[in-house]
């Protein structure tokens, strides 16, 4: 993303004008655009004409409309955003108050204005945004005989590139029609992969497989290199990682990301750190310590007794609870943060609820907190709280915390 222009006030008024420069950007504007703010971009908008026999006529005109934001649709695999809302200033060919739908576009600016301010959350999400240093962290080729997915791992996301399919008939004594097949599928395989992959760059290349399908690709691969004297991907030879899967299918990649071994090899990622955090946060959870608490409410009383801050207090919050649609929320969690960073010293970590680590986070709520020192009252300050009905869970702005589940649970994954 592309910073064009920033004009920002004191009180957090003003707009900030961006760029898209490659579709992950637009993962970033999702999560930068929210329900009544003002957005302003090119759009396509058709117009009807009648003539003065009584004739109609529909012309397609390219044009530049500003909006009040209602709502927000992003398509993960296409990585497409679009943003409908209603005109919010009138031009030759609309008027205020009608619907369009914007469809944000690489390269090309769009403009936008907060309702509420623009938030220190927000100005991270730009900052984040317009990083030089971000993109693709890995890559990762889950297969099996006949299938593989290619997947990259950016620094907010896991985006699926490619699925491949080649039919691969089955071993059979004294027929060849395996091995030709199973060539076949790696030499599919292969192109697909070098049409998404730069050669330029060096990144880790995880190939995974239930039992040898990785190890013989990735041979076929250093053979083909050789045979072709392919250097650049000759040199991509200590990227590649060869590692186990259950299955060839995308879901088996939150085991491939476990595994200490590939951990070692990522732990320069946004992807990696995040899940050390995680993984912190659960043991201290079993060992039922007093220092790992999750619940809006457990979390946000453990920050007003000073116990998230420095000297080792972590926030994890999931970036899914500001794009709630009640401004009140956001301001919550917004707030939340601040206290956390400026006014305790502790650190913040927004983990995107797109990469396991921040699904993980979702399944407890949300929002999670490592203490500086214990806290083991937490759980009577909310009973004394209590609801009129008595009942164990409480919900509260679209978040469910359950009072029996800030013990340590067996069935959770640690």
């Known amino acids: 993303m592309r910073l064009i222009k920033e004009n920002i006030d004191r009180d957090g008024s003003g707009t900030v004008t961006l760029r898209p420069e490659d579709p992950e950007d637009m993962w970033f504007a999702y999560n930068l655009i929210r329900p009544s703010d003002l957005l302003r971009a090119s759009a396509i908008r058709r117009i009807t004409t009648e003539s003065a026999t ?13 909006i009040r934001v209602r709502s927000t649709n992003f398509d993960p695999q296409a990585s497409q955003l679009h943003v409908s809302g209603q005109i919010a200033e009138e031009t030759q060919h609309a008027k205020n108050g009608q619907y369009h ?17 623009w938030d220190s959350v927000s100005r991270e999400v730009v900052r984040e945004a317009c990083d030089a240093k971000k ?10 005989e006949g299938l593989a997915n290619i997947a990259v791992l950016m620094g907010e996301r896991t985006v699926l590139r490619q699925r491949v399919e080649v039919g691969v008939p089955r071993k059979r004594v004294g027929g060849g029609g395996h091995d030709r097949g199973l060539e076949k599928f790696f030499q599919t395989l292969l192109d697909t992969l070098l049409r998404h992959i730069d050669l330029s760059e060096s990144l880790p290349i995880l190939l995974a497989s239930p039992g040898f399908t ?5 041979k076929f691969i250093l053979d083909t290199a050789t045979r072709t004297a392919n250097k650049a991907l000759l040199a991509q030879k200590r990227n590649f990682l060869v590692v186990h899967s259950s299955s060839g299918h995308l879901h088996s990649l939150n085991e491939i990301l476990q595994s200490s071994e590939v951990l070692a090899r990522l732990k320069d990622t946004k992807y990696a750190r995040e899940t050390r955090l995680m993984d912190d946060f659960m043991t201290m959870l079993t060992k039922d310590d007093g220092r790992a608490w999750y619940g809006p409410r457990e979390v946000e009383m453990a920050v007003e007794k000073g116990a998230v801050g420095r000297g080792g207090g972590v926030l994890l919050i999931s970036n899914s609870l500001f794009r709630a649609q009640d401004v009140a929320v956001r301001r919550r969690w917004v707030r939340l943060v601040d206290q956390v960073r400026d006014g305790e010293g502790g650190e913040v970590r927004v983990l995107s609820s797109e990469h396991e680590s921040g699904k993980r986070l979702e399944g407890l709520s949300g929002i999670a907190a490592i203490l500086t020192f214990p806290l083991d009252d937490l759980e009577a300050d909310e009973d004394g ?20 589940n800030l013990k340590p649970n067996n069935n959770l994954h640690v």
């Open 54 to 66: 009584g004739s109609t006529s529909s012309t397609r005109i390219h044009t530049t409309l500003l």
């Open 101 to 117: 739908t914007l469809d944000l576009e690489t390269h090309r600016n769009f403009t936008l204005e907060k309702a509420e301010g």
């Open 135 to 144: 993109g693709a962290g890995a890559w990762a080729v889950i297969m099996q």
């Open 214 to 218: 990785a190890t013989s690709f990735n």
């Open 385 to 404: 709280d209590g609801d009129e009905d008595g009942e164990d869970a409480v919900e509260k702005d679209g978040i469910i915390a359950s009072q029996a």
